[in-house]
Structures are given as structure tokens and as C-alpha cells.
């Protein structure tokens, strides 16, 4: 079992079955792990391996089909629909490979677009949403829409609305994929610094060697089952 | 920022198809309330029909005269409270595009036969006093701009006189009906005056109608049957020399609709296919909308929306579209009504754009875009976060 000191996040005994071609495919098969608070978990593994799948199930948006996974005080598998959107709004910010911005909103938009879920009035959201472009560095680029920005700009933007709504957990699938180097190190340092300067937990999904040095601790996953853990270095 | 202009913003993604689904549903309903209102015109002026009054025409067609000495003999047949003459004119004003119904009546019977087309008393005095004074609609006095005591010169198709000169007329009352029975854009003018002009022609050598009167329009006694006075003119003329055709006002309005043969029924068609065409179209443009919105829904759900919202969004704008689209059509059809009414004023004088069909129009075009939004949204609702943005990436 993978083991972090101050769990965040407990996953006991999880098993994913997809349906490919005709075919089940079990993705995992009894996986327990746990999740640290404030650390920057990075997972590694081949495609297929169940990476991806243990992102979406720890941010609820996909269901085991067997197991529990606690996340705080709550056992989001029992969530109905709903509570798991709600609980999803308030403790999950999701980062993306293909960034999954809205491109008929702005920056400032997109970022502001979970805030809708708070209950913060209309000048509160334009605050805090000028503020997580601030963390990213993309004040100057509030007013364009993702077709204006850089790659490496959308992902920051994806950042700042993973932020905005002060998560538990920020998960990031492949978080620097689509990244040239120079972006990939920057959404990478901004990832860092919400680990080590803002006491966010991260849990990252990636292939880049360069982006698992910056985890606090990485798993390699290989047909659904944890086959190796270490501790890389300081977020 | 708020979900509204979110809607907003989708809404103008695609400009073109957006502009051109507004369009197309704006005239869909324009047609619909159009044709409808076409249908129920034809069926209020039957509906208003007075049951007290029944008219007498040959049995041969409304367009074989019957003699004038039928009057004395309907008006001898018990139930008969009076009876009038009317006669098909076929004039028009200065220009052939100036057509308008003109009919030839005995003024003081018809007067007292139809309360419901009012009349000032002191014009009702003048007019009868008058032997070429004529009462018109108010409608028609407006469009050509007569005032009460203007010559009016009108050239008819029948009665035309050498050197195509106009019989004139002076107007001496104007008349504003009540009900669609009867139109305000018709003349009525004295039937003495046309016995004089059918006089005149002959000896100029003319040849006028032979006999004399279209419709012998009959009112009833109050206590009697209407059904009874009927079959008892009939019955009195079934030897001739004209055989009658007796019905009710009712009756007579309806076949003038039925002239039409079964065309109330093809534009209750026209206007259900027109409905039916741009639902499917809805329903594939916001398929189409859908589809493009399958990447921002899973980005919603993942952010903790509900699933239903993306839904929702997709069936508010198609309903913002045909919505708005629609009953900008279906209004635009009321405000043109005045407009028809002048254009189709040979056929349909009375045309009117009832509040009943401009609802129905409203509630049909939110109806549409709600229906033909609805698979779409629920194919929205219920996609899975993690395949489509697995999908999409």
C-alpha cells in the first residue's frame, strides 16, 4: 500500500473495470493508496496503467467499481450526483493536458467560471479571479481569449481556475503534455509553488522525468498495481 | 461573468447558422400565424352571422338573377319580417387596382336588417334622402380619403356606359361594423338608382341584366323557426320561374368559403408542415450545438456543475433562438395584418390577426425550440465527464 504521513486521501481496495472492444479491461484491481496533505504526488507509469483513472476517481468524476475512497472527512463514493458535484466544486480543481478552457470566455472568465458555485458576490469572483491570474503571472492576459494566448499561457489560465476556488486538492493530468520546455518548467514551478507556498496538495499524472524530480514523492503504476514509490525531492 | 453570458456567448459562436436559424423560424411563424389567421377570418364572419337572417339566391347559382317580383311573394310568406335586394355591382374606383365590393340595396331595409353596421342618424337621413347617395365603410372612406358629401365617380364591369364614363355617387353616410359578418370596406348604394341605370342603358341600346336581383336578403320574425321560413320560400318557388336556394346568413358566409374549395384545408397543411420543417431544423442545429458542446460540458461537470446544467444551457439558447425567432414572426404577422387586410381586400376585407392565433404562435415557437433542443440536452446531460474529455483531448 502506498502511505503518506498526513493522509489526505484513502483509497482502499480499488478496482476499475472499463468495457473496450467487447472486452473488460480492469484498470485496477484492489488498489489502496493514500494521499498525503501538501504533498506534490507525482504518478508514472505506461499508458493504460491507471493513471488517469486514479485522478478522476479521486476528484469524483468517475466511480470505482469497487472500494472506498475517503478524501477529508468524506467517503465520496457514497455521494449521490449531486453532493459529488458540490463536494467536487469545493475541494477539487481539475488541470488538464488539453488545458479545457472555454473558448467563448475570456481568462478572466474562465477562471471566474467556478466561482459561480460560491457563494461570492459579483465583485468578490472578479477579485479572487484577478488574484489567481496574479499566482500565474497572467494579469496582463485577463482580457484574451484561450485562440490569443501561448500553450503554455492556457495552462496557467487552467491553473488559476483549478485555484480560484481555494481547493483541497489540485489534480493535474499530464499537466505539461502539450508544453514546449520553457512552458512545461513554468507551469511546473507554479504547481511547486502551490505545494510549498500554499500548502496545496497536488496530485499530478505524468510521463516527463523532469516534472516527477519536483514531486515530494512518486509512484509508478503498471497494469493497475503500484510497482515502485519513491521519494524524489522537496516541492 | 454569469451563465446567462455564457448562453449569450455560445449563442454567437456561430453567427451565420445562429442569425439564419432566427430567420428561418421568424418566417415559419409569420407563415403559421398567417395562414391561420387566413382560416379563422373565413370562419368568424360564418360564426358571426346573425341566426335571425336567412338569404334567398337561385338554385341555379349565385350568379343567375331572380325576378323582382319575388319580393312581394317572400315577403307574403308567414315568418318574413322584410327582405332586400342586393345586387352585384363589379366597380371600382378611378383605377382597376381600386376594386372594392359596391352592391345595390334597398338603404332603409338593409339599414334595418343589419343594427349591427352603425350608422350616425343624421347621415342615415341624408342618405336616404338622397337617390345617388351611397354608404360606405369607414375603412374604405378612409383608404381613399372621401368625406361625407364627396362625388364619388365609380366605373363598373357590368353597367359600363359608352365612352367608359363613371356613374357617379354622392357619399352620405359612412357605417363602422361591429362584427366580421359584415366588412367596412364595402359600398352600398340605392337600388332605385340602379333600376334607373339599367333604364338608361337599354335605351341607349345596352344590353342590361335581363332580371334583376342576386340575393334577396331576408329577415325573420322574431318567435319563428328560421329552418321553417326557409323551406316555405323554397317551397313557394319550387315551380319556378327561378327555383330559390334558401339558407342561413350562416350558411351563405360558408360558401364563399367553400368556394374555396379545400383551400382552408391546404393552409391548415402548408402552415403544420411549415412547423414541422423548422422543428426538425432546430433539432439539428441544436444536435449540431451539441455535439460542438460535448468538450465545454465535460469542463463543467469536472468544475462541479451539475450534470443537468450543460443541458439546460444548450435547451436555453435553442429556445433564446426560435424563441425570440419565432415571435418576432408571429408579431410581425399581427403588425402586417393592416397591410394584408388592404392587399387581399377583394377576398378577405375583414382579415385579422386574432389574439387567440398570435398566443398560439408564441407558445408554438417556444414549444419548438424547447422540443427541438430537448434530445440534444438530455444527450448533454447524461454524457460521461471522463470519456468526453477523454474524447477531446
Redesign the interface.
Known amino acids: 500500500m502506498a502511505t503518506a504521513p498526513d493522509v489526505l486521501a484513502r483509497m482502499r481496495g480499488i478496482t476499475k473495470v472499463y468495457s473496450r472492444g467487447g472486452q473488460e479491461v480492469r484498470v485496477l484491481d484492489g488498489l489502496d493508496l493514500d494521499v498525503g496533505a501538501g504533498e506534490l504526488l507525482a504518478l508514472m507509469g505506461p499508458s493504460g496503467s491507471g493513471k488517469?483513472t486514479i485522478l478522476?476517481l479521486l476528484?469524483g468524476?468517475?466511480r470505482p467499481d469497487a472500494g472506498t475512497i475517503e478524501v477529508g472527512d468524506t467517503e465520496i463514493t457514497k455521494l449521490s450526483?449531486?453532493a459529488l458535484?458540490?463536494?467536487?466544486?469545493?475541494h477539487?480543481g481539475?488541470v488538464?493536458?488539453?488545458f479545457?478552457?472555454?473558448?467563448?470566455?475570456t481568462a478572466?472568465?474562465n477562471v471566474?467560471?467556478?466561482l459561480?458555485?460560491t457563494p461570492l458576490g459579483?465583485k468578490q469572483?472578479?477579485e479572487h479571479a484577478e488574484y489567481a491570474l496574479q499566482l500565474v503571472g497572467l494579469t496582463d492576459r485577463m482580457d484574451h481569449r484561450p485562440k490569443q494566448l501561448s500553450g503554455g499561457q492556457e495552462q496557467r489560465v487552467a491553473i488559476a481556475?483549478a485555484i480560484a476556488t481555494d481547493p483541497t486538492m489540485v489534480l493535474a493530468d499530464e499537466p505539461t503534455g502539450d508544453l514546449d520546455r520553457a512552458s512545461a518548467d513554468a507551469v511546473l514551478d507554479i504547481l511547486s509553488r502551490l505545494v510549498a507556498e500554499h500548502g496545496k496538495t497536488v496530485a499530478m499524472v505524468t510521463h516527463d522525468p523532469a516534472a516527477a524530480r519536483r514531486a515530494t514523492r512518486t509512484l509508478h503504476l503498471e497494469k493497475g498495481v503500484l510497482v515502485e514509490q519513491g521519494t524524489t525531492g522537496p516541492a | 461573468m454569469s451563465l446567462l453570458k455564457l448562453v449569450h456567448r455560445n449563442l454567437w459562436r456561430h453567427p451565420v447558422r445562429t442569425s439564419l436559424t432566427f430567420a428561418f423560424s421568424a418566417l415559419a411563424l409569420f407563415l403559421f400565424v398567417f395562414l391561420t389567421s387566413v382560416v379563422t377570418t373565413l370562419a368568424a364572419a360564418t360564426k358571426a352571422s346573425a341566426t335571425n337572417r336567412i338569404a334567398v339566391q337561385s338554385a341555379a347559382s349565385l350568379y343567375v338573377y331572380m325576378p323582382e317580383s319575388y319580393r312581394a311573394k317572400i315577403e307574403q310568406v308567414p315568418g318574413v319580417e322584410s327582405t332586400c335586394p342586393w345586387v352585384w355591382f363589379g366597380g371600382y374606383y378611378q383605377d382597376p387596382s381600386n376594386f372594392f365590393a359596391q352592391f345595390a340595396v334597398d338603404l332603409a331595409t338593409h339599414l334595418d336588417q343589419y343594427p349591427e353596421a352603425e350608422v350616425d342618424p343624421a347621415q342615415r337621413a341624408e342618405l336616404l334622402a338622397d337617390r345617388q347617395g351611397c354608404l360606405v365603410g369607414d375603412e374604405l372612406a378612409d383608404k381613399f380619403g372621401w368625406k361625407v358629401g364627396d362625388k364619388i365617380p365609380i366605373l363598373s364591369n357590368i353597367y359600363t356606359v359608352e365612352g367608359g364614363k363613371a356613374w357617379e355617387f354622392t357619399l352620405r353616410a359612412t357605417y363602422h361594423s361591429r362584427k366580421p359578418n359584415i366588412d367596412n370596406k364595402t359600398m352600398f348604394f340605392h337600388w332605385d338608382y340602379l333600376k334607373e341605370m339599367r333604364k338608361a342603358l337599354r335605351a341607349q341600346g345596352f344590353e342590361a341584366s335581363g332580371q334583376d336581383v342576386g340575393v334577396w336578403m331576408t329577415k325573420v320574425k322574431d318567435g319563428f323557426d328560421p329552418d321553417a321560413v326557409i323551406a316555405a320560400i323554397d317551397a313557394l318557388f319550387e315551380a319556378g320561374p327561378q327555383r330559390t336556394r334558401t339558407q342561413t346568413e350562416a350558411a351563405f358566409q360558408a360558401q364563399f368559403a367553400s368556394m374555396l374549395g379545400n383551400v382552408p384545408t391546404f393552409l391548415g397543411w402548408i402552415g403544420g408542415a411549415v412547423l414541422f420543417a423548422i422543428f426538425f431544423s432546430v433539432m439539428n442545429t441544436a444536435g449540431m450545438a451539441g455535439r460542438e458542446r460535448s468538450r465545454d460540458a465535460g469542463i463543467l461537470k469536472a468544475l462541479g456543475f451539475k450534470d443537468r446544467l450543460a443541458g439546460g444551457m444548450l435547451l436555453l439558447e435553442s429556445m433564446a433562438v426560435v424563441g425570440v425567432g419565432g415571435v418576432t414572426g408571429a408579431v410581425s404577422a399581427w403588425l402586417a395584418a393592416p397591410a394584408f387586410r388592404d392587399q387581399f381586400a377583394q377576398f378577405l376585407p375583414n382579415y385579422f390577426v386574432g389574439t387567440p392565433t398570435l398566443l398560439l404562435g408564441i407558445a408554438i415557437a417556444l414549444f419548438i425550440g424547447f422540443a427541438g433542443g430537448l434530445y440534444p440536452a438530455a444527450r448533454l446531460t447524461r454524457l460521461r465527464t471522463v470519456t468526453v474529455l477523454r474524447q477531446e483531448a
Open positions: 488517469s478522476n476528484g468524476l468517475d450526483s449531486d458535484a458540490g463536494w467536487r466544486a469545493r477539487v481539475f488538464f493536458q488539453a479545457n478552457l472555454i473558448p467563448v470566455l478572466l472568465e471566474e467560471l467556478p459561480l458555485l459579483k469572483r472578479r481556475r
